[in-house]
C-alpha cells in the first residue's frame, strides 16, 4: 500500500466532522471500488458519495489529485460540494495542504 497523501491529515481536521475518509488500495479492495464503479487503473483519485441524500458520486480523477496541488484541488472540489449542499466551508487550516 502506498503512503498516505499528504495533504490528508489537514483535509481531515477541516471536513472530518461531515465527511468520512476512506482510502481503498487496489490490490486488496477491488469489491469496493467496483461498488464504487471505479477501475483500478484510475486509482488514486477522489470520490464524493452522498449516500444522505440521493446516493450520487462525484468524481475527481487521478491527474488532478496528485502533483505539488492535489490536496488544493482536493479542497477546491469537496468545497465546490459542500456549496452545492449548503454546507459552510470549514475555516482556513494552518497546515498546509
Not at 503512503?3 to 468520512?20: D, K, M, S
Not at 444522505?52 to 468545497?79: E, M, Q, S, T
Amino acid at each position: 500500500m502506498q503512503a498516505l497523501p499528504r495533504w490528508l491529515p489537514a483535509l481531515h481536521r477541516l471536513y472530518g466532522e461531515r465527511i468520512r475518509f476512506v482510502l481503498a488500495d487496489p490490490s486488496n479492495s477491488l469489491d469496493f471500488l467496483n461498488h464504487m464503479g471505479i477501475k483500478p487503473e484510475d486509482a488514486p483519485m477522489v470520490v464524493l458519495h452522498d449516500t444522505a441524500r440521493n446516493d450520487a458520486k462525484r468524481f475527481l480523477p487521478r491527474d488532478k489529485v496528485g502533483g505539488a496541488n492535489g490536496g488544493k484541488a482536493v479542497r477546491a472540489f469537496i468545497d465546490e460540494y459542500m456549496g452545492s449542499i449548503s454546507a459552510p466551508a470549514p475555516a482556513e487550516d494552518k497546515q498546509e495542504l
